[in-house]
């Protein structure tokens, strides 16, 4: 998943301090509910395209693969796709809007509730939007091995599994470790400074 650089600037942009009270507190609030609404939805944007380009590729690719294992491996990439644009346009969504009647504390609340949606969204990558495009490329990846007009295997035969590995472990820590861990730490930097440590959002 992409987009974690412009959340890491949210908070930076106009950091907190501990001289902020009241009002002042519910403005900054209210302006990082915004920023993150909004990073979140060029997010969303981004990966849906991404998402709908390679479904488009791997149909089209499926149509000209020598064999039925890659055939089936093409199309496994691109149902995987297309269940990410579901996944994300169903669950991926910052959270509903909020009440601008609301005081500090439900502001507050409201932008708890939008780290711990995205931290549940992160800690299920690994299933919702990597496996489904790591099994269809495993599966094409094989069939190039049965390919009977390759003749024999080279490196990147061989290889390529290993490599399509690394690549989605490191996709899965970016996601799961790097951007969890950062989503917490902000949300507990936002309870911290705001002296609402009592607040306990929608739960992680």
């Known amino acids: 998943m992409n987009g974690q650089d412009e959340l890491?600037?949210?908070w930076s942009s106009q950091p907190l301090c501990g001289e902020l009270k009241?009002?002042?507190?519910?403005?900054?609030?209210?302006r990082k509910i915004r920023h993150f609404d909004r990073a979140i939805a060029l997010r969303n944007l981004l990966e849906c395209i991404a998402a709908v380009a390679v479904a488009?590729?791997?149909v089209w690719s499926a149509f000209r693969m020598p064999n039925a294992v890659m055939k089936t491996g093409s199309i496994v990439v691109a149902a995987?796709?297309?269940w990410i644009v579901y996944y994300l346009l169903r669950h991926g969504q910052a959270a509903p809007a909020a009440d601008p009647s609301q005081d500090v504390v439900g502001y507050t609340r409201c932008l708890i509730e939008r780290y711990d949606r995205q931290?549940?969204?992160?800690k299920s990558v690994k299933y919702w939007?990597?496996?489904?495009?790591?099994?269809?490329?495993?599966?094409?990846?094989a069939g190039r091995l049965v390919d009977a007009k390759s003749g024999r295997l080279g490196w990147?035969?061989?290889?390529?599994?290993?490599?399509i590995s690394a690549v989605f472990a490191a996709v899965w820590w970016l996601n799961e470790v790097a951007g969890v861990g950062w989503l917490s730490k902000e949300r507990a930097r936002l309870l911290?400074?705001?002296?609402h440590d009592e607040l306990t959002g929608s739960g992680q």
């Open 8 to 10: 890491r600037e949210i």
């Open 80 to 82: 995987g796709a297309v």
């Open 119 to 122: 931290i549940r969204l992160l």
């Open 156 to 163: 990147w035969g061989l290889g390529e599994p290993a490599v």
């Open 192 to 195: 911290s400074i705001t002296g």
């Open 56 to 58: 488009v590729f791997f």
């Open 129 to 141: 939007y990597l496996l489904p495009l790591y099994l269809g490329l495993l599966i094409l990846s």
């Open 22 to 30: 009241g009002e002042e507190i519910m403005e900054v609030v209210q």
